[in-house]
């Protein structure tokens, strides 16, 4: 992730889209970002924004 957050040729105001089936570590993203997970998922982590659930 701090790869792409650093990366000079990626716009610095655009979201970064993280696909994952809700099974990950703990992220931490400085910029703003989305997270989809399917109904049911539970991150194992506490978000800080808002959570929506793809249907």
Do not use: K, N
Not at 9 to 32: K, Q, W
Request: one cysteine or more.
């Amino acid at each position: 992730m701090h790869l792409l957050e650093q990366a000079s040729d990626f716009p610095a105001d655009s979201l970064i889209l993280i696909v994952a089936d809700g099974r990950c570590d703990v992220l931490r993203v400085r910029r703003e970002h989305e997270l989809p997970h399917p109904p049911g998922a539970r991150l194992p982590f506490t978000p800080r924004g808002p959570v929506y659930q793809v249907r």
